[in-house]
């Protein structure tokens, strides 16, 4: 089965910018999406299709796939992007969800 | 108010049976795929399966398939998931989510809006 790869934490100290990668095979053949979780809360989509964010999402949330990797960058990080992270992809008819990432914010 | 609302959560013996529903209310809701994802406690996220909007092809993830069947009532504007013979490690809080079709192509699909959740906790 398909599975894709994120690091369990990444901190970064508050005002900074944050990387979340997510790694898999054939990366550059698939669209990625990431999803934020708060503590308690239901995920909200916060990229789509490797780049789009849907609206309400701020500008210094983005996202990339290089073909190898895909990553979630959080830029001026604020204590409100404290929360788990996933990325997402289809494979086969399937979903797939990456392990998550919890993102502390020093 | 756009909004999607699951129920039927519950404890279970391993073995037993338990039928979930989603309320969806706000959207069209005869014009969305609808998928189930679930998460195991203080874990991940697991998508279970998904279905779409005329209930024509639907999809279970390697674990459920077999015991699992999802399904739904436009004319109620209800996605259901009918869960069987279930162990121990099927205990999670089950989500419903909305899937945007953006194109053929299923890469380009995502969850746009989910639920709060039910658990549904599977014990002797």
């Known amino acids: 089965s398909y599975e894709l790869t994120q690091p369990p934490s990444v901190s970064v100290s508050s005002g900074q910018t944050a990387s979340i990668t997510c790694s898999g095979a054939k990366l550059g053949n698939k669209y990625f999406s990431w999803y934020q979780q708060r503590p308690g809360q239901s995920p909200v989509v916060v990229i789509y299709?490797?780049?789009k964010r849907p609206s309400g999402i701020p500008e210094r949330i983005s996202g990339s796939n290089s073909g190898n990797t895909a990553t979630l960058t959080i830029s001026g990080t604020q204590v409100m992007d404290e929360a788990d992270y996933y990325c997402q992809a289809w494979d086969s008819s399937t979903g797939v969800f990456g392990g998550g990432t919890k993102l502390t914010v020093l | 108010q756009v909004q999607l609302v699951e129920s039927g959560g519950g404890l279970v013996k391993p073995g037993g049976s338990l039928r979930l529903s989603c309320a969806a209310s706000g959207f069209s809701f005869s014009d969305y795929y609808m998928s189930w994802i679930r998460q195991t406690p203080g874990k991940g996220l697991e998508w279970v399966s998904y279905i779409s909007s005329s209930a024509a092809s639907k999809y279970d993830a390697d674990s459920v398939k077999g015991r699992f069947t999802i399904s739904r009532d436009n004319a109620k504007s209800s996605l259901y998931l009918q869960l069987n013979s279930l162990r121990v490690e099927d205990t999670a809080v089950y989500y419903c989510?909305?899937?945007?079709?953006?194109?053929?192509?299923?890469?380009?699909?995502?969850?746009?809006?989910w639920g709060r959740g039910t658990l549904v906790t599977v014990s002797s």
């Open positions: 989510a909305r899937v945007v079709v953006y194109a053929v192509d299923q890469s380009t699909w995502y969850f746009d809006l």
């Open positions: 299709q490797d780049t």
